[in-house]
C-alpha cells in the first residue's frame, strides 16, 4: 500500500525566514511519482511540482526548492525568504506509474504553513 | 486554455434533497476522478473514471454516484446528502500529451458545498 507522511501538522515563521516542510513516503512501486500541492484558503490545488522515482536531481524554481531522497523515502520542500502570500496549505502526493489509466493520488495530511509579518 | 472547470463555486443544498455537481474538461483526458475533502482533512479519493469504465473506492458511500457521459463531462450525484458530506468536492483529469510524455493531474478549483 502507498501511503505519504507528513509530520509536521502546523509551522509558524515570521516572513522571511526559510522553511521547510518534511514529506515521507512508502510504496512497494519501482516507478512511482511525487508531488507537492498548495492549497490557499481559496480551496483550489495548486500544482507546485512533479517528480519521477528516477529522477532524484533538486530543483530550484525561484524561492521554492525540494529535496528527492529515494535513500531516506524523502521529498522534502524548502521556502526560502518566505513570505505572508506563501501561508497554505501544502500537501505531499504519491502515484504510480501509470496514473492515467486510473491510479489514485494518495495525499498526505498536509501542513499548515502560517507566514507572519 | 485547457482546464478542468467545476460548477457551481459554491452549492448550498437542503438536508436529503438530491444534488449534482458538475465537471467539464478542455484535456480530453481518459481519467477523471472526485475527491472530497472535509475541513482540515486531505482530499479522499471516491471514485474515478477511465473512458467509461467506472472505479468505485471501497468506502465510498452508496449515497455518492457518478455518471459520464462523454470524455469532457463527469457529474457527482449526492443522492440524500447529509450534514456530514459537506465538503469541498475536487474534480480532476488525468492523461498523457501528445508527445507520449505523461501530463500529470489537473485539478479543478472545486465545489464546496453546504448541507443546511
Known amino acids: 500500500a502507498q501511503k505519504v507522511t507528513q509530520a509536521q501538522t502546523e509551522i509558524s515563521v515570521v516572513e522571511k525566514e526559510d522553511v521547510t516542510l518534511d514529506c515521507v513516503y512508502e510504496t512497494r512501486d519501482t516507478t512511482y511519482y511525487l508531488f507537492w500541492y498548495k492549497q490557499p484558503p481559496s480551496g483550489e490545488l495548486v500544482f507546485l511540482i512533479r517528480?519521477?522515482?528516477?529522477?532524484?536531481q533538486n530543483e530550484i524554481s525561484g524561492r521554492y526548492s525540494w529535496n528527492f531522497q529515494k535513500s531516506t523515502s524523502s521529498f522534502n520542500f524548502t521556502i526560502t525568504a518566505s513570505q505572508v502570500v506563501d501561508s497554505a496549505v501544502y500537501f505531499c502526493?504519491?502515484?504510480?506509474?501509470?496514473?492515467?489509466?486510473?491510479?489514485?493520488?494518495?495525499f498526505g495530511a498536509g501542513t499548515i504553513l502560517r507566514v507572519k509579518s | 486554455d485547457a482546464m478542468v472547470i467545476q460548477n457551481p463555486r459554491y452549492q448550498v443544498t437542503q438536508f436529503g434533497k438530491p444534488v449534482t455537481l458538475s465537471c467539464s474538461q478542455t484535456?480530453?483526458?481518459?481519467?477523471m476522478y472526485w475527491y472530497q475533502q472535509k475541513s482540515s482533512q486531505a482530499p479522499k479519493l471516491l471514485f474515478h473514471y477511465y473512458d467509461k469504465d467506472f472505479n468505485n473506492e471501497a468506502d465510498t458511500p452508496d449515497n455518492f454516484q457518478s455518471r459520464r457521459p462523454n470524455t469532457s463531462f463527469c457529474f457527482l450525484d449526492i443522492r440524500s446528502p447529509g450534514l456530514g458530506d459537506a465538503a469541498m468536492y475536487l474534480c480532476?483529469?488525468?492523461?498523457?500529451?501528445?508527445?507520449?510524455?505523461?501530463?500529470?493531474?489537473?485539478f479543478g478549483s472545486g465545489t464546496r458545498l453546504t448541507v443546511v
Open positions: 480532476a483529469t488525468s492523461g498523457r500529451a501528445g508527445t507520449g510524455a505523461f501530463y500529470g493531474y489537473t
Open positions: 502526493a504519491l502515484s504510480g506509474a501509470y496514473m492515467e489509466y486510473g491510479n489514485k493520488l494518495v
Open positions: 517528480r519521477n522515482s528516477f529522477d532524484e
Open positions: 484535456l480530453n483526458h481518459n481519467v
